[in-house]
């Protein structure tokens, strides 16, 4: 059975959580792949910075959806969440558009496993963590290159 070593790439390429957003974007396209582990200064896992994050900052600011109880306004949608989806559209750097805490996988994983993340939970792009230092990281291209004699 395969496992997460036979297939990810061990050449990695990350940002910091300072770097902005159109020199990663300009990364991601020009590399042609999905996302960007972010590391931070001190080298650990920060992050995941996907080409769906950068897609977010094309969508237009929520408007809270609400209804009214005796003259009073309840929102239907968290502040918390509205400000969040707010910050990801004017991200200028890496660390306002990014994915902290990522899912990982280690390099035992089954690739099953990872197919069930990357179907189940849309998950495309995942670091290979061993312990606490990313060592390679796996992408649905990966996962596709498996089916190829």
């Not at 902005?20 to 960007?36: D, F, P, Q, S, T």
């Not at 969508?59 to 990801?88: A, Q, W």
Request: charged share 25%; proline share 7%.
């Amino acid at each position: 059975m395969l496992k997460v070593k036979d297939i990810m790439t061990t050449e990695i390429i990350t940002v910091s959580p300072d770097t902005e957003i159109v020199k990663a974007a300009k990364i991601l396209l020009k590399k042609r792949i999905n996302g960007l582990p972010v590391i931070d200064d001190s080298g650990k896992l920060a992050g995941i910075l996907c080409q769906s994050d950068l897609v977010a900052q094309q969508k237009s600011i929520p408007i809270p959806s609400v209804f009214t109880l005796l003259e009073s306004f309840i929102p239907l949608t968290s502040i918390k969440r509205i400000d969040k989806e707010v910050e990801k559209i004017a991200a200028l750097t890496v660390k306002q558009a990014m994915t902290p805490n990522p899912v990982t996988v280690g390099p035992q994983t089954d690739i099953e496993d990872v197919a069930k993340l990357m179907v189940d939970k849309k998950y495309y792009t995942l670091p290979v963590m061993e312990g606490d230092k990313i060592v390679g990281i796996v992408g649905k291209e990966d996962v596709l290159k498996t089916l190829l004699p």
